[in-house]
T-cell receptor, first 117, second 116 residues
Framework: GAGVSQTPSNKVTEKGKYVELRCDPI?????LYWYRQSLGQGPEFLIY????????DSGLPNDRFFAVRPEGSVSTLKIQRTERGDSAVYLC???????????????FGPGTRLTVL | DAKTTQPNSMESNEEEPVHLPCNHS???????IHWYRQLPSQGPEYVIH???SNVNNRMASLAIAEDRKSSTLILHRATLRDAAVYYC?????????????????FGKGTKLSVKP
């Protein structure tokens, strides 16, 4: 079946611009996660959605970052006034249900590589 | 902070077994041990998880020490496609370290290189 997809695969923007990154989770998965991965590091948690609501946004670095999931499926990560330090791979993952149950395997998309010039 | 310690890198020869170690000396009784791996230019993928007993699946085996303070991911016959970064992650079945809703907390993992 179809996995998690993310668009675009690459995004190059200029400092100060606004960007949107899209995630299409696996159909029927209620939980959706965004992570950010810098070069040589493991992914770092940003935000978690259970259905339409953001259940945990403690990983968002500042108020320039915002994410939505209006219909409980597709999610968009929005970054305002981009900075060079925002350059990273942004990963999206979904799982059948939320929470930390031991069997909640997360399925990751291929990521969006964001480069801020 | 990541609650696990892994070597930065390891090398293996193709078709030989690989043992990837992970130390988790502060593990609690409700923590499951999960392994994910990340192939080049891809998102992480689930490999295996366990609590106390050794586990086997089609991808790998997980050997857990009796005191649970360490574990080893075993790839029985490494292939070139197994070259990846392998992450050992603890997940509390009641919650999660540093995250209340099941988000994974990744360290730097072990970069496995496989030589033909």
């Amino acid at each position: 079946g179809a996995g998690v997809s993310q668009t675009p695969s690459n995004k190059v923007t200029e400092k100060g611009k606004y960007v949107e990154l899209r995630c299409d989770p696996i159909s029927g998965h209620t939980a959706l996660y965004w992570y950010r991965q810098s070069l040589g590091q493991g992914p770092e948690f940003l935000i978690y959605f259970q259905g339409t609501g953001a259940a945990d946004d403690s990983g968002l670095p500042n108020d320039r970052f915002f994410a939505v999931r209006p219909e409980g499926s597709v999610s968009t990560l929005k970054i305002q006034r981009t900075e060079r330090g925002d350059s990273a791979v942004y990963l999206c993952a979904s799982s059948p249900s939320g929470g930390a149950g031991s069997y909640n395997e997360q399925f990751f998309g291929p990521g969006t590589r964001l480069t801020v010039l | 902070d990541a609650k696990t310690t892994q070597p930065n890198s390891m090398e293996s020869n193709e078709e030989e077994p690989v043992h990837l170690p992970c130390n988790h000396s502060t593990i609690s009784g409700t923590d499951y041990i999960h392994w994910y791996r990340q192939l080049p230019s891809q998102g992480p993928e689930y490999v295996i998880h366990g609590l106390t007993s050794n586990v086997n699946n089609r991808m790998a085996s997980l050997a857990i020490a009796e005191d649970r303070k360490s574990s080893t991911l075993i790839l029985h016959r490494a292939t070139l496609r197994d070259a990846a970064v392998y992450y050992c992650i603890l997940r509390d079945s009641r919650g999660n370290y540093g995250g209340s809703q099941g988000n994974l907390i990744f360290g730097k993992g072990t970069k496995l290189s496989v030589k033909p």
